[in-house]
């Protein structure tokens, strides 16, 4: 699970929730979410 990271959210109810579980592969910021799915997709 990958959750965006409280500074670039809007509102950090569920990002923050799953983040704070410890639940999340990563809490990124919400630009470097897609590049970072890109990269690991590319690595299967």
């Known amino acids: 699970m990958i959750a965006q990271d409280e500074a670039t959210s809007v ?3 569920m990002p923050g929730a799953a983040a704070n579980a410890g639940i999340c592969s990563a809490v990124l910021p ?3 979410i897609a590049p970072w799915m890109i990269k690991l997709a590319s690595r299967r």
């Open 11 to 13: 509102v950090w109810g």
């Open 30 to 32: 919400l630009p470097e």
